[in-house]
């Protein structure tokens, strides 16, 4: 069955700090890896990861892919109170046409 | 581009009545997807369709959801009788393309209570 996992659940840090944040799958047909961030209202998309090793960097968030180990990095760095908010991590398969979510990471980032 | 569309918002309802959710896609896009979204389990794929034929729909929960899409700019979801355990908030996505590798687009969300 096709899975993703992501892990801390849930963390807690203050301004200024540096956080990364995991996401490991398993997946037939990997096609692709989405990072969303989910404030109040819907999920919005962050990176779109196709290839190993290439890093996508928006501002202080950057991810990176690893299609042998099958997993990807979130890194927030310079954490600010508006980065608080769930990450999804999610996969896209070419078998399937559908995305499949992780449980989210919630971060909390303190003044 | 206004996006995805849903309506209601919000919807509160009793135990056994009928809910209807609605979604309006991207102009454009050919793929659809419902979501339901719990603090226990996460974002659950219900649905979806694929130019406005279901392809998958081992996501829901049991016979009382059913989804349509009569056409390429409209879909709903249906929950009939409404339970308790319904309570969630319910996505509607779409996309260009089916297969995974383009990001979806998220409406806002309907947020269903039964009580």
């Known amino acids: 069955e096709d899975k993703v996992v992501q892990s801390p659940l849930s963390l807690v840090v203050h301004e200024g700090d540096t956080v990364t944040l995991n996401c490991s799958y398993e997946?037939?047909?990997?096609?692709?890896l989405l990072w969303y961030k989910q404030e109040k209202k819907a999920p919005t998309f962050l990176f779109m990861l196709?290839?190993?090793?290439i890093e996508k960097k928006s501002g202080r968030l950057s991810s990176i892919l690893d299609k042998k180990e099958l997993f990807s990095i979130l890194n927030i760095t310079a954490t600010q109170t508006g980065d608080s908010a769930i990450y999804l991590c999610?996969?896209?398969?070419?078998?399937?046409?559908?995305?499949?979510f992780g449980q989210g990471t919630t971060l909390q980032v303190k003044p | 581009d206004a996006g995805v569309i849903q309506s209601p918002r919000h919807e509160v309802t009793e135990m056994g009545q009928e809910v209807t959710l609605r979604c309006k896609p991207i102009?454009?896009?050919?793929?659809l997807f419902w979501y339901r979204q719990t603090m226990m389990r996460g974002l659950e794929l219900l649905i979806y369709?694929?130019?406005?034929?279901?392809?998958?729909d081992s996501g829901m929960p049991e016979d009382r959801f059913s989804a349509k899409m009569p056409n390429a700019s409209f879909s709903t979801l249906k929950i009939q009788p409404s339970e308790p355990r319904d309570s969630a908030v319910y996505f509607c996505?779409?996309?260009?393309?089916?297969?995974?590798?383009?990001?979806?687009?998220f409406g806002s969300g309907t947020r269903l209570t039964v009580v």
């Open positions: 999610a996969v896209g398969s070419s078998n399937t046409g559908k995305l499949i």
């Open positions: 196709t290839s190993s090793g």
């Open positions: 102009s454009g896009h050919n793929s």
């Open positions: 997946v037939t047909n990997f096609r692709s």
């Open positions: 369709f694929n130019n406005n034929v279901p392809i998958d």
């Open positions: 996505a779409s996309s260009y393309r089916s297969l995974g590798s383009y990001g979806y687009t």
